[in-house]
C-alpha cells in the first residue's frame, strides 16, 4: 500500500502527494501506538432502529465478539453513533472500518452501493498502481 | 457498446467497452440520449484530478431513456424519459434528507482516497475519477443509474432532449450558487466565467431577483451569448480594469454576491498567471484561484464569495486577509442537483431558463475527441459539445 501510494505520488500529481502523504502520516501514527482510539460511524436513525434487529448488519456481525461495540444518540437528535475497536489483533482496523461503513449504509439505505467493476479493461501501468490504492482505500480513511 | 474513455493526459478515444449491468436492485440502465461535456472534464483532461485509469469512461451531464429497471426501483419504468443528476445521492444519509445531496455518505465506494485528500468523502460521481467512486461516466450507449429512484428525474413531456440535458448539472450548479450565496432582490451580482455553469448562475441570479447581473470572461462569443439569452450585463477582462468597472457599476461598494464560475485552470493576462503557472510545475500548489482572489477583492464588505468552479487540492496567495477584514462569507459546493432539478425542469417548461444556445456543437459520440477539443481551446466559438451516442 504505501509503495503503491508512492508509486501515485511519483507520478507527480500534486493531490496524490498530498493524499500519499496523509495516508503515511497515519500509519506512522499507529505505529507510534496511537491505534487505540474507537472507530465511530454515525448512523442516520434513532438510537432504538439501530440497536434494534438486525442489529449490527453485515459484516459487523460477522466481527461480533472479536470487536467491542458501544452505541449513544447523537446530539440533536442526529441519529446514532456506533463506535467499535478491536479486541485484540485478529481483527484490523481496516477491516473494521469496512465494516463499520457498510452496516451505516445497510441501515440508512437498505444496500451498499457496488463499485462498477472492472472499471476499464486496460488500465495501464500508472493505472495499476492507482488500482492497488483503490483496493486498499475502504479500509482507509479518517473514520 | 461504444464508449468515450479517459486514456491519458489530454487524450480521450472513443473505444468498445462492456456493457453496464444491474448491480443493485435500485439500480437502472440507461440509454443515453445526450450527454454533455462539461468545464469539469477539462480537470480531469489535464491530469489536475490524477485518480484515473486509462479506460475509464467520462461524461456526467445526461439524459436518455431507461431501459431496464432494478427490483427496488418504483418510480421509473422502461420506456421512461428522465434527466440524471450528476451527482449520485442514496437519498437517505442525512445529507441527502437534508438536501445536500453532493455530500451522500453511502455512494463514494472509495472512501479513503478524499479522507486523506479533504477530511471527509463527498458523494459518488459518474464519470469522475477513482476518487469520487469510480463510476463509468455518461459519455457511452448506456449507463448504470445507482439509487435510480433519486438520481433519475421525469422530465416533463414539454420539455425537449436538448434543453433536459442541462438540467443534470450545469443549471442546477449555477442555481445553487444564486441560492446557497443568498442573492437577494434588488443585489447586485457578478459572475466569473462565461461557461454553461456561469450563465446558468447569472440567470438564476437574476430569477432570485438581482437587479443588476454582470458577467465576466475573454470570450466575446460567450459574453454575446449572456447578453442576447439573458440580457445579462458583460465584462471583457480581456479589455476592462474588472475591479474599475465593477466598482463604477455598484457605486463603488463592489457586488453583493460574486459567483466564481472559472475553477482550477482560470486563466489571466497579470503576473499572477506566470507565477501560478510556475508554482503548479513545481507542485507548490495543485490549482490556480486567479477568479476566486479576483472575486474575494471586489466583493462588497460584508458580502458572499460563492465558488462553483472545481479545486482539487491547495492554493496559493489566498487573501484570507480580504475574507477576514470585509467580513465576507465564503461558500462552495459541488451541486445538489436533485433539490433543485424539478424545479428548474418546471421552469424550463414554462420559457423562464433557456439552455439549447449552450449547445453549440451536437455531435454523433464517435466524435467526442473532437468535441474535447474544440470545448478545450474555445474553437468555433463552442460553449459546449454535446454527444448523441
Ligand atoms: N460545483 C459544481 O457542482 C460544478 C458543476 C459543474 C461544473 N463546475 C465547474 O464550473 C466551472 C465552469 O464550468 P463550465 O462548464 O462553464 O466551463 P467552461 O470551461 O465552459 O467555462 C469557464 C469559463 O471561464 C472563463 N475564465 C477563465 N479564466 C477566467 C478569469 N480569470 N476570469 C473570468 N473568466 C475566466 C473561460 O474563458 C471560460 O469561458 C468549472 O470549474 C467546472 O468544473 C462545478
Ligand atoms: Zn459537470
Ligand atoms: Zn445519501
Redesign the pocket.
Known amino acids: 500500500m504505501k509503495a503503491a501510494m508512492k508509486a501515485v505520488a511519483a507520478t507527480g500529481v500534486g493531490a496524490a502527494v498530498v493524499v500519499g502523504r496523509r495516508m503515511t502520516a497515519r500509519r506512522r501514527a499507529l505505529r507510534r501506538g496511537r491505534s487505540d482510539h474507537w472507530l465511530a460511524v454515525t448512523v442516520d436513525r434513532p438510537l432504538d432502529a439501530v440497536t434494534g434487529p438486525p442489529r449490527l448488519p453485515g459484516p459487523m456481525g460477522e466481527l461480533r465478539g472479536r470487536v467491542d461495540v458501544r452505541f449513544r444518540p447523537a446530539p440533536g437528535g442526529r441519529g446514532t453513533e456506533v463506535l467499535a475497536v478491536p479486541k485484540d489483533d485478529d481483527v484490523s482496523r481496516e477491516d473494521l472500518r469496512v465494516a463499520l461503513r457498510q452496516m451505516k449504509s445497510l441501515l440508512e439505505t437498505g444496500t451498499v452501493i457496488r463499485p462498477d467493476t472492472p472499471s476499464t479493461t486496460h488500465p495501464g501501468p500508472a493505472g495499476r498502481v492507482l488500482r492497488a490504492v483503490i483496493g486498499k482505500s475502504a479500509g482507509e480513511g479518517r473514520l | 457498446m461504444r464508449a468515450l474513455c479517459w486514456e491519458g493526459v489530454n487524450d480521450v478515444r472513443v473505444q468498445d467497452v462492456p456493457d453496464p449491468k444491474i448491480l443493485n436492485d435500485g439500480d437502472l440502465i440507461l440509454k443515453v440520449g445526450l450527454s454533455t461535456?462539461?468545464?469539469?472534464?477539462?480537470?480531469l483532461l489535464t491530469g489536475h484530478i490524477p485518480f484515473m485509469q486509462a479506460g475509464d469512461v467520462i461524461g456526467h451531464?445526461f439524459m436518455g431513456e431507461v431501459v431496464e429497471v432494478g427490483p427496488d426501483v418504483t418510480r421509473h419504468k422502461p420506456g421512461d424519459r428522465v434527466v440524471v443528476a450528476?451527482?449520485i445521492g442514496c437519498g437517505q444519509c442525512y445529507y441527502c434528507r437534508n438536501d445536500l445531496w453532493?455530500l451522500c455518505d453511502n455512494t463514494n465506494t472509495n472512501p479513503g482516497i478524499t479522507q486523506a485528500l479533504w477530511g471527509a468523502d463527498p458523494g459518488g460521481i459518474f464519470g469522475y475519477s477513482h476518487a469520487m467512486g469510480g463510476f463509468k461516466g455518461s459519455h457511452a450507449e448506456y449507463v448504470r443509474v445507482p439509487f435510480a429512484d433519486h438520481n433519475a428525474i421525469a422530465i416533463p413531456e414539454a420539455v425537449d432532449d436538448l434543453s433536459a440535458v442541462f438540467a443534470s448539472?450545469?443549471a442546477?450548479?449555477g442555481w445553487?450558487?444564486a441560492d446557497l450565496g443568498g442573492v437577494r432582490p434588488g443585489d447586485v451580482v457578478a459572475v466569473?466565467?462565461?461557461?454553461?455553469?456561469?450563465?446558468?448562475a447569472a440567470r438564476s441570479a437574476q430569477l432570485h431577483g438581482a437587479e443588476r447581473v454582470v458577467v465576466?470572461?475573454?470570450?466575446d462569443y460567450?459574453l454575446r451569448q449572456a447578453e442576447n439569452a439573458f440580457g445579462l450585463e458583460t465584462v471583457n477582462?480581456e479589455h476592462v480594469d474588472?475591479g474599475a468597472a465593477l466598482r463604477e457599476m455598484t457605486g463603488g461598494r463592489g457586488p453583493d454576491v460574486c459567483i466564481?464560475?472559472?475553477?482550477?485552470?482560470?486563466?489571466?493576462y497579470g503576473p499572477q498567471y506566470a507565477y501560478d503557472q510556475v508554482k503548479s510545475k513545481l507542485k507548490l500548489e495543485t490549482d490556480r484561484p486567479?477568479?476566486v482572489r479576483?472575486a474575494i477583492h471586489n466583493c462588497r464588505k460584508g458580502g458572499t464569495v460563492f465558488?462553483?468552479?472545481?479545486?482539487s487540492g491547495v492554493v496559493d496567495k489566498f487573501p484570507l486577509g480580504a475574507v477576514m477584514n470585509k467580513g465576507l462569507t465564503l461558500r462552495?459546493?459541488?451541486?445538489?442537483?436533485q433539490r433543485y432539478i424539478p424545479m428548474l425542469l418546471d421552469r424550463m417548461a414554462s420559457g423562464e431558463l433557456t439552455t439549447t444556445h449552450l449547445a453549440t456543437h451536437v455531435l454523433p459520440l464517435e466524435e467526442g475527441a473532437r468535441g474535447y477539443q474544440l470545448?478545450?481551446d474555445?474553437e468555433d466559438d463552442c460553449?459546449?459539445a454535446v454527444f448523441r451516442p
Open positions: 461535456a462539461c468545464g469539469s472534464d477539462l480537470h451531464e450528476s451527482f453532493s448539472d450545469s442546477p450548479t445553487m450558487g466569473w466565467g462565461s461557461g454553461a455553469v456561469g450563465q446558468m465576466i470572461d475573454r470570450f460567450r477582462y474588472v466564481e464560475a472559472v475553477g482550477c485552470e482560470a486563466h489571466s486567479i477568479a479576483e465558488v462553483l468552479g472545481v479545486f462552495g459546493a459541488q451541486q445538489h442537483g470545448f478545450k474555445k460553449v459546449r
